[in-house]
C-alpha cells in the first residue's frame, strides 16, 4: 500500500532505525553469527532524597552522588552494587572490565526475564514509518527473594530513570546498543517476579505550570482575600490582560508574579491608555511607600523592571487591563512559540539536556505569541503545551532516548497549494472582547465537513453522484464570540458542519493566518491518507487527543481505524486529491 | 568414586583478599551465584600472584578443595583476555592449623588449575581427611593475565569440605546433559534458522537403583539437607575436578523404597552458576 507520506517524512525526533543496533551487533548479525546477546536494564542512580528534582543527569556511568548512609542497602545483597551507582539487571551474567569505560567492575544482576516488553507506536503515518514509538513499556525481574520489596520499601523508585541497553557477553559497555531510556512508573510485585511500568518523558510534563502563590499577608503577599491564590503570570506580548489587584486598596498590580518582564507598552483603564508619570522604584518598600503618599497623578508608575503598577485612580467601573512583554525569559527577548515552549520544558520543569532534545524545538514556527494566566485557574505545563503547540500541529513526542522531542505534520509533500488565505477573504483577529477574562489570545475556528465513507461507498471517480457528496473542505476561519464567518466559502460548501475549534495565540495577522494555512493543507488532505490512527498510542489517548486541541469526531473515529476514507471533490481543481489518488493509493 | 559436599565451611569463614576490587570483593565468594565474583586487579602492576586467606571460625575437616571462575561460553573463552584464569595459570593450596600461617598440615604445591575453557572450575580432592584446618590459603599465580587491560583474575565460589561418600557404586552411570535457554527458530516458509544463544548449563542425572536401608537413611539424610535447593559441590570423579565436578542444586527428586533392600532415587541435579 502506497500512499502519500503526510508529515511522517519530516516528523522531527524520529530517530533512524539503521542505528538502532549499531557496529559490532549489526556486524555479527549480518554474518549470520548468533552471539550471546544480554539484555540490560539500568536504574540510573540518584540522590535518595531526590524527589524534587525529577531527574539527574545520567552521566555516563549513571553515577550520581550516594543517598543517606542510614538507609539499608539492599544492593550488597546483589553484587554490592551500592546506593551510588546505577542498579544494572540483565536477562544473562556480565561484568564490567576494569577497563570498562562506564561501568567498570560492575556486576550486572541476572534477574531480567523480560526486558524490551515495550509497546511501540508507529507515528502518523503508516505509510511512511521510520520508526516506531516507543510509550508505553514494562520489564519483569525475578523477585523470588523479595528483593524489590526491600528495594521498593528503601528507595523512591518513582520517576527514576531507567535504560535499556543490549550487548554480548565481555563486551565492554560502551560497546552496548541503547535501545531506550524511560522513566520508572511503578512497581508490581507478585510473589516471584517483579514487573516495573514505566512511562514516557512527556509524562514529566504533567506537573502544576503555576508554583507561586500570594500569601494573603500584605505587601508582595498580597491583600487576604487573594490568599492562596496563583500569581499571574505572562509571557511573550500579551495584548489587552486584566491585571491582578494585588493590594486594592492603594492601586496596585501586578501581571507576572516571577520575576522581571520586558516591559509594558500600555496600560489602559477601559481600554483608555493611561499615562507613565516617569518614576519608576527599585523595591517594592519604596514603591508601596509610594502609593501611600504619592499616588500616580492621574497615570500610573511602575516597580522597576518588575510588573507592579501604581494607578492613580480607580473607581469602581475600572477595568486594568495592559499591553505587555512578559517574562524575560533568556536574556534576550525572544516572544517565540519556540523559545517559550522550551523554556517551559527545559528551563521550568528543570529536566536536564538529556531529557529534552532541544533541537527539534526548531520545528516550531518561530512567531510572536502572548500568553497570560491570570491565577484562577490552575494549568500543568502540558496544558501550556498544548495551547502552544496545537496551532502549528506540533505536540510533544519522545524519542528513543527518552527526551521530550517535538514532532509536527507538515504540509504535504508536492501537493498544490489549497485555497490561499487572506485577511480580507475569510478571517480576522482581533482581542477578546474586555469583560473575558485574561488570555491574551485570539481563536481560530476553522470548520470541516468531511464525510467519512465506506470503500463500496465509492463507486466511480468520474461518476457524477460522487459530486452530490463532496465535502472536504474548510468552511470557514472565524473568531469566536464574533459570529464571523465567510459568507462566500459558506455557499460554496453549504452542508458544512458545525466547526471544531482550535485555539492559537499569536502576535501577529499573518502568524495566525500561516498557521491556519497550513493545517488547511494538511487537513483537507483525505484522512486515510493523513493516518493517524494505527497503534500510535499517544495520538489516540482521549486525555489529550491529536493533534493536541484539536476536537473532531471525525479525526478521532479515523484514528481509531487503520483507514478511512473519505469522499472528495473529483471535479474540483484546487487541488484536492481525487477519487482516482485514492485508488491509486489503495493499489 | 562419586561425592557430594553439601556443608560448605567457606560459608562460615572469614575471607581476606590482599586484593580485589571495590564491590567485587572476595566476600563475594560466599554467595551461591557465581556470577557475582570476586576480582583481584592490577596484576601487572602488583604482580601477578595473588593470595587469599579463608579463615575458618573452627577447626574444620576438609578433604575437597574448589574453586570456581565466573563462565563465558567457551567460544567466547577462546578469544584472548576472555578467559579470566587459565588452564596454564597455577594455585597452590595451603591448609594451615593456625589462622596465622602456623603448623602447615598439608600444601599441594603450584599446579597447574587445568581449568577447561567455558566450565572453569578447578579442585583438588585431598589424599587423606585433614582434621583441624583453620586457614585454607589460595595462592594464585596468574601468568596469563599480566598484562594491561587484562591484568586481572575472577573467582565466584569457593568450596571446602569433608565430602559425603555414597558406600556402593551407583547402579547406574550418572548421565550428563546440557542445557542451556538458547533457543531458535525457523521462518514458516524457509530454511534458515535463527538462533539467540545463551550460556550452556549442565545437568546430571544420578540414578540409584539398588540401595540398602543404611543407604537410604544417608541418602534421605543428605536429601533433607540439600533438597530445598540448596547448592552442593557433586563430584563424579575424585580424580577429574576439572570437567566433572559442579555446583548444584536439586531440582526433582524422587526417592522410591520398595522394599527393605531395594530402593530408587531419580533425581535432576541442575548446575547453579
Known sequence: MTGLPIGAASIAGLEDETNFFGGKLTDRLANGEAPIVINFLEFAARPLSAVIDLLGEPTAGGAIAAGPSEIDNPFAEIGGIGPSDSFLFADSEWRGRPDDVFRSNQIANARLIKGGEFQTRAPISPFDVRRSQTTVASATLVDTDGFFGRLAKNYALGD??????????????????????????????????????????????????????????????????????????????????????????????????????????????????????????????????????????????????RSYVQIGQVNENSLITADLRGSVLYGDYDASTRAIWRWFVAGATGLGGALVDEGTFGVIPHDEIGIHLDGSQSYTIQNIGNSLLAP????????????????????????????????????????????????????????????KMSPSEIIDPASPQINQQTYERIQRVEETGDGYGDSKLKLRYPQANPSPQLRGYFRYQHHMRSAAQHIFNVFSKPLYELEIDVPYERAVNARRGFPYGIDHPDINEGRKENMSLFKVDPSSSDGFTTLGGIFAGLA | MSFVLADNWVDRATIIAHNEVGKMRAENLKTDTV???????????????????????????????????????????????????????????????????????WGSGEQLSGIVKGLGVTGVYLPERVPNVRLWRIIFRAYSRSIAPNDFIEFGRAVAGDPFKFTTAYAAPLRRGGRSNSTSRRPKAGVSVHRRRAPQYRIWAPLFKSIDTDEYESVEDFLLDVGDLTQFLIGLEEDQPHRTWMLGAIKDEDLERYSYSWSRLPMTIPETI
Open chain 1, 160 to 305: 527514576m530513570r531507567a535504560t535499556q541497553f543490549i550487548g554480548e557477553e565481555a563486551d565492554k559497555s560502551d560497546n552496548h546498543e541503547l535501545v531506550v531510556n524511560l522513566i520508572i512508573k511503578n512497581v508490581e510485585r507478585d510473589g516471584e517476579e517483579a514487573r516495573i511500568n514505566f512511562k514516557a518523558a512527556d509524562t514529566l510534563l504533567d506537573r502544576p505550570a503555576q508554583t507561586l502563590r500570594f500569601t494573603g499577608d500584605g505587601g508582595e503577599g498580597g491583600d487576604p482575600q487573594l490568599k492562596d491564590r496563583f500569581k499571574p503570570l505572562s509571557f511573550g506580548y500579551c495584548y489587552n490582560v486584566a491585571l491582578t489587584p494585588v493590594e486594592a486598596d492603594l492601586n496596585i498590580f501586578l501581571s507576572h508574579g516571577a520575576g522581571e518582564i520586558g516591559g509594558y507598552d500600555d496600560i489602559f483603564d477601559r481600554r483608555a491608555p493611561l499615562a507613565w508619570d516617569g518614576r519608576h522604584f527599585k523595591t517594592y518598600t519604596e514603591f508601596k511607600l509610594a502609593a501611600i503618599n504619592a499616588p500616580a497623578t492621574p497615570g500610573f508608575y511602575m516597580l522597576g523592571p
Open chain 1, 392 to 451: 502549528h500541529l506540533c505536540w510533544n513526542d519522545v524519542d528513543k532516548f527518552g527526551r521530550i522531542a517535538i514532532a509536527r505534520l507538515v504540509d504535504p509533500a508536492g501537493a498544490a497549494p489549497l485555497d490561499v488565505f487572506d485577511a480580507d477573504d475569510i478571517f480576522d483577529w482581533r482581542a477578546r472582547p474586555l469583560d473575558q477574562d485574561v488570555w491574551s489570545f485570539f481563536e481560530l475556528t476553522y470548520g470541516r465537513n468531511w464525510r
Open chain 2, 35 to 105: 556470577g557475582n565474583c570476586w576480582r583481584a586487579n592490577n596484576l601487572s602492576i602488583s604482580g601477578n600472584t595473588v593470595t587469599l586467606d579463608i579463615q575458618a571460625s573452627e577447626p574444620e575437616p576438609t578433604q575437597v578443595l574448589f574453586l570456581q571462575r565466573p563462565r563465558y561460553s567457551r567460544r567466547k573463552e577462546k578469544e584472548p583476555g576472555i578467559e579470566t584464569f587459565s588452564a596454564t595459570d597455577t594455585i597452590e593450596h595451603q591448609l594451615y592449623s593456625e589462622h596465622d600461617a602456623t603448623n602447615l598440615l
